[in-house]
T-cell receptor, first 109, second 116 residues
């Protein structure tokens, strides 16, 4: 599975959109981009995934660049409860998730 | 839907004793379950992959005789930490796959194990 790179931390004002970037420049054609988040002392939570089209669900939007070398997770109206570590994972043909260090998002009142 | 529970949420045990952690998929059948552990301020590390009715596959460096995994049904997997030591103190998290259509995993809330 391709390696992903994320900034270690980000701040976002409450009510504003949180845009979390992820670099996956070595991603192969059959690898999906998955996003999970982990709130402190809880199990990770699935957010969204995509292959090449942009995706949206009730939690977030996922924007994948045309060359698929990077993506952005968008939380449209961040709340304090969105404070968590966000993990971007490239995955194909396997259920084995490899968690990197992720981005620690702090939503500030 | 897709709820995974773990029991207990927190356990303290003495060194040398064994501890069993249960992972249940409450509203779906999980063919595959996974066990992770997470040390403080670190990311999750996969310990083993468990398929119902067959032996678990352990990651390199994880002792299968120390971390016993049983996946007896499509809704229950157990992890037993045998002869626990203080260095086994960690946050243990299980996950389960919903189906074959994608690789989404749904995680339990985790079990905090402290070995004294």
């Amino acid at each position: 599975d391709a390696k992903t790179t994320q900034p270690p931390s980000m701040d976002c004002a409450e009510g504003r959109a949180a845009n979390l970037p992820c670099n996956h420049s070595t991603i192969s054609g059959n690898e999906y981009v998955y996003w999970y988040r982990q709130i402190h002392s809880q199990g990770p939570q699935y957010i969204i995934h995509g292959l090449k089209n942009n995706e949206t669900n009730e939690m977030a939007s996922l924007i994948i660049t045309e060359d698929r070398k990077s993506s952005t997770l968008i939380l449209p109206h961040a709340t304090l409860r969105d404070t968590a570590v966000y993990y971007c994972i490239a995955l194909a043909g396997s259920y084995q998730l490899t968690f990197g260090k992720g981005t620690k998002l702090s939503v500030i009142p | 839907g897709a709820v995974v529970s773990q029991h207990p949420s927190r356990v303290i045990c003495k060194s040398g004793t064994s501890v069993k952690i249960e992972c249940r998929s409450l509203d779906f059948q999980a063919t595959t379950m996974f066990w992770y552990r997470q040390f403080p301020k670190q990311s999750l590390m996969l310990m083993a992959t468990s398929n119902e009715g067959s032996k678990a596959t352990y990651e390199q460096g994880v002792e299968k005789d120390k971390f016993l995994i049983n996946h007896a049904s499509l809704t229950l997997s157990t992890l037993t930490v045998t002869s626990a030591h203080p260095e086994d103190s960690s946050f243990y998290i299980c996950s389960a796959t919903v189906g074959q259509a994608s690789y989404e995993q749904y995680f339990g809330p985790g079990t905090r194990l402290t070995v004294t």
